[in-house]
């Protein structure tokens, strides 16, 4: 089923039933609901039993093999590694669902490959089953590199007979212009403050407040992020944020070498925006709880230093991934933090 915050979209899509377009671009905030949400249409579409609401029955056969991967008219494109993340977190409870892939020995790409794209040539050129429609599920597709963007436009820009494309971006602007002109857009936006918490407190969160102002409002998100690993490594973080102590800071890189770079830049990006969003306007938006230490922060550092700060946050998230030293990394992240508040710097 839908998420409860997602019913009036859903009866706002309804309304492409009867004329289908060949492709559908849900965008809006990562940690909403969209995948969730695209998959829930895409089995309603091949569902042979849907309901008077147009949710798929989950009971059929296409149903069935639909929740299985199987379906002979859906495919779904993303990039390896989100293949390889549900396989070791399958691995941990159960045997492999049907239909996943073993990765290899390589690094899984974080990339939509061209080779991806162009096995969809074949699965559109085979008759569908009983007649119906072919399916593409593709996220997120700012995955896409230059030579599959490409294309994908192809295929876009003369769709096959009875295809319907259902892509997902939580970066609707790191598409390309071309690609989102032939798709019709569908903006999916986050619940209200107290339907996510509402929503995290029946998923058995006690703190909900605190996660989902942590994750900009999204609840997915809020709920992935409280069943990680991660939390004490970012408090560990933001205890270094909100006393910079360069001597310290040493030895936080130390510990933290083990939890992942992207979760420790993407905490220093949310810090730095509340510092500056709290300079320029009294608020905070991720961290409520650590407003006053922001506020002092905030006061000790130039606008223009701050606005500095989150250009080479956001230059550091680019090569997180790719960093050959996890503690040099760090320690090169929370030294330039400090900095900020040396006596030179802020005169």
């Known amino acids: 089923m839908i998420y409860p915050w997602q019913q009036d979209d859903w009866q706002r899509l309804q309304q492409y039933r009867e004329r289908l377009p060949h492709a559908i671009l849900f965008h809006g905030q990562e940690g909403s609901g969209k995948v969730h949400f695209a998959e829930n249409f895409a089995q309603s ?18 149903c069935g093999w639909f929740t299985q991967y199987s379906h002979p008219d859906y495919r779904r494109v993303r990039p390896e590694v989100l293949d390889a993340e549900d396989a070791e977190s399958s691995a941990e409870t159960e045997e492999e669902p049907a239909g996943k892939k073993s990765t290899s020995s390589r690094n899984p790409s974080k990339e939509i490959r061209i080779d991806q794209i ?25 995955a896409l590199n230059g030579a599959s963007a490409n294309a994908l436009l192809k295929t876009l820009e003369e769709p096959p007979p009875n295809s319907l494309f259902l892509l997902i971006s939580h970066r609707y602007d790191r598409l390309l212009p071309t690609i989102r002109s032939r798709c019709q857009s569908f903006a999916l936006g986050l619940p209200d403050a107290k339907a996510a918490t509402l929503w995290l407190e029946q998923q058995g969160l006690t703190d909900a407040d605190k996660w989902l102002a942590e994750q900009g409002g999204a609840p997915i998100s809020a709920l992935a992020a409280s069943q990680s690993d991660d939390e004490e490594g970012q408090e560990e973080l933001l205890g270094q944020f909100a006393r910079p102590d360069m001597a310290k800071a040493l030895v936080v890189a130390e510990r933290l070498q083990k939890v992942p770079l992207t979760s420790l830049v993407s905490c220093q990006q949310r810090w730095y925006y509340d510092l500056f969003l709290i300079k320029l306007t009294g608020k905070v938006r991720y961290y409520p709880r650590h407003e006053k230490t922001l506020l002092a922060l905030a006061k000790q550092i130039a606008l223009h230093r ?28 929370l030294l330039d933090y400090v900095r900020l508040f040396s006596p030179e710097v802020v005169a």
């Open 45 to 62: 579409v091949l569902c042979e039993r849907p309901t008077i609401d147009a949710i798929a029955c989950g009971e059929c056969e296409a």
């Open 118 to 142: 162009r096995a969809l040539a074949t699965f559109m050129n085979v008759s569908t089953h009983r007649a119906g429609l072919r399916v593409v599920l593709l996220y997120p597709a700012e």
């Open 306 to 333: 701050l606005q500095q700060a989150l250009r080479d946050a956001g230059e550091r998230r680019a090569v997180s991934d790719h960093s050959l030293s996890a503690r040099l990394f760090i320690e090169n992240m």
